[in-house]
């Protein structure tokens, strides 16, 4: 199991273009539970190698989640609150970590703070990926909409392609402690599943997809 994840992770770090960042970066800001950490800091990684830019894993990184941000943003706009509503109450929802709780929460928050809460909104974790859905509803402006997102993905993900850097300056332990470090993400990772699972079916209690 080991070894295969370590072939998984080395193939991963090998295939691993602008492109690829972009895609994974716009399915991040989608409402799919997909968390940035593991697609900007390997990518700068790469670019502390010398194998990529790391300006346009950033710029990349931006427009993804500029992009994934939009399908929120629409998806929230064309279908209203109440077909909306109907949606995160199913078990596909549920699965994917979204919940009326969930949505209520960042309604809130974009209220509270208006349309600044799209860039702040980026920094915080169990909003960032669902804070463009209540700028649908509210039928924010588009403009003021991409910049202040693309402004709080870029500041996202330069805090991520730092972290991406330091880790390269640590290569030398990395690769005394590969194993270690492997055996710990895969660990993370199936604690990861198990808890969507869990929480998507717990949520699920009485509801019907």
Do not use: C
Not at 36 to 41: A, D, G, K, T
């Amino acid at each position: 199991m080991g070894t295969l994840f370590q072939q998984i992770v080395s193939w991963y770090m090998v295939h691993i273009t602008y492109w690829t960042v972009f895609l994974l970066m716009t399915i991040e800001s989608t409402i799919i539970p997909f968390p940035s950490e593991l697609v900007i800091p390997p990518a700068a990684f790469k670019a502390a190698n010398g194998d990529m830019n790391i300006f346009l894993v950033i710029f990349f990184g931006s427009m993804g989640a500029v992009a994934g941000s939009l399908i929120n943003y629409y998806m929230a706009k064309w279908l209203g609150n109440k077909l909306l509503m109907k949606f995160v109450n199913t078990r596909l929802a549920h699965l994917m970590m979204v919940d009326q709780s969930a949505i209520v929460k960042t309604e809130q928050y974009f209220l509270k703070n208006g349309k600044t809460s799209t860039l702040i909104g980026r920094l915080i974790p169990g909003i960032r990926h669902l804070i463009s859905i209540p700028a649908g509803l509210a039928n924010m402006k588009l403009r003021d909409f991409i910049l202040y997102t693309a402004i709080g993905a870029t500041a996202w993900n330069v805090i991520l392609a730092t972290l991406g850097y330091f880790f390269y300056s640590q290569k030398q332990i990395l690769d005394k402690y590969y194993k270690e470090l492997i055996f710990a993400i895969l660990v993370i990772g199936a604690i990861y599943v198990l808890y969507l699972l869990y929480k998507g079916l717990k949520s699920n209690n009485g509801v019907k997809a």
